[in-house]
Each structure stands twice: as C-alpha cells, then as structure tokens.
C-alpha cells in the first residue's frame, strides 16, 4: 500500500529564505507525482506535476524535483514571500488507483 | 480556463434534511472526483466518475448518493447526514481516467458542509 510522507509539518521562515519542502512515498511504481497549495478553509491549487519520466518541472520561483528510484521529490519555493504561506500537500498516482496524499506541510513565511 | 466551480459554498443542514452539492466544470475533462477533508487532514477520496459512469467508491455510507448527469456536472446527493459528516466537501476534475499519465487533478473551492 502506497504511503506518503511530508516532512517537516510545519515550517517557519522569515521572507526572503529559499526553502526545500520534502516528499516520500513507499511504492516508487508511481505515474504522476502533483504538488497542491491549500490556503486555510480553501480548495486546492495544482502547483506542479511531475510525470514519471520527468525528473523536475519549475513554475515561476518553484521548483519540484523527482527521484523515483529513492521515492523521493521536492519542492524548492525560492525567495519566500508572506502570500507564500499555506499547506503544501504531494500526492502520488499509480495506475487506476486514486491520488494518495501525504498529511502536508504548514508553511508560515513571517514578514 | 482551468476552472471547477462548486454551489453552494456553505452549508448548514440538519440530520433530517436532503440537500445536494453541485460541481461543474467545461474544461472538457472525463473524470470527476469527490473528495472529503476535515481539518488539518489531507482530502479523502469517496467517489470517482469516468466518462460519466461511476468507477470507484470508497465504501462511502449510503446517505452520500452521487450523480453525473453529463460529462460536466456531478451533483452529491445528501440525506440524514451525521454530525460527523461536516467537513469541506471538494470535487476535482482531470483530462482522463485515473490510469493516464500527466493526469492533472484540478480541485474547485469547495463546500463548507456543517450537519447540526
């Protein structure tokens, strides 16, 4: 059974810092890997996916990386800003199987 | 336009109440999803539609009935709910079926359902 993990579960950062969100998951037979920003009481928004053949994928100043063989991917959000604070989420997908989300990450970026 | 719209945005039904949430999307995608979150969770799946016909259901309790009436709308059907069920109810939409790679999920707003 495919686990998520997202480490750390929250995340304090004064503007302006590069940081590095973390995403694991068990079973590396994975199609998509998709990165979801929630703001509090709020739907989710797609940041960046990651097909399995892909090895990263940018959108302005994010960055999401793959590693299928170590189970891993990352989320690089470069100089932070205050708008920049919410939930990260990572979810992977194989197969006819549905998304499985990891439990987030709370990101505060303080001004 | 990569827009899923849902209706009403919040909810205050009581145990004895039918209601119904409405998702819409003309974005030409073929498969919708229900999804539920409670608070500081990440969303659980409950029901997935593909090309209209209903492929997976997360043994979801009979009182959450779901309906796809054309490939752009997917109503969830609610009748004598729980407390427990109030949750944000978020519906999501992708291109394919789940066994497509670069399947993009987007999700809409969602339903903020409180069950007195």
């Known amino acids: 059974k495919q686990e998520v993990t997202q480490i750390p579960a929250a995340l304090s950062v004064p503007e302006g810092e590069n940081l590095v969100l973390n995403c694991s998951f068990t079973?590396?037979?994975?199609?998509?890997l998709q990165w979801f920003r929630q703001d509090p009481g709020k739907g989710l928004t797609s940041l960046l996916l990651?097909?399995?053949?892909?090895r990263e994928q940018t959108s302005g100043r994010l960055n999401a990386s793959l590693d299928k063989s170590s189970g891993r991917s990352t989320l690089y959000i470069a100089a932070s800003q205050p708008g920049d604070s919410a939930t990260y989420l990572c979810?992977?997908?194989?197969?006819?199987?549905?998304?499985?989300f990891g439990k987030g990450t709370r990101l505060s970026v303080i001004a | 336009d990569t827009e899923v719209t849902q209706t009403p945005k919040h909810l205050v039904m009581g145990m004895t109440n039918k209601k119904s949430l409405k998702c819409e999307q003309h974005?030409?995608?073929?498969?919708m999803y229900w999804y539920k979150q409670k608070a500081k969770k990440p969303p659980e799946l409950m029901f997935v539609?593909?090309?209209?016909?209903?492929?997976i259901n997360e043994s979801v309790p009979s009182r959450f009935s779901p309906e796809c009436p054309n490939s752009s709308l997917l109503n969830l059907h609610l009748h004598a709910l729980q407390p427990e069920d109030s949750a944000l109810y978020l519906c999501a939409s992708s291109r394919g079926g789940l066994a497509v790679l670069g399947n993009e999920q987007f999700f809409g707003p969602g339903t903020r359902l409180t069950v007195l």
């Open positions: 990651i097909q399995s053949s892909q």
């Open positions: 539609y593909s090309y209209e016909k209903l492929s």
């Open positions: 974005m030409g995608h073929r498969a």
């Open positions: 079973d590396s037979a994975i199609y998509n």
């Open positions: 979810a992977v997908i194989r197969g006819n199987t549905p998304l499985v």
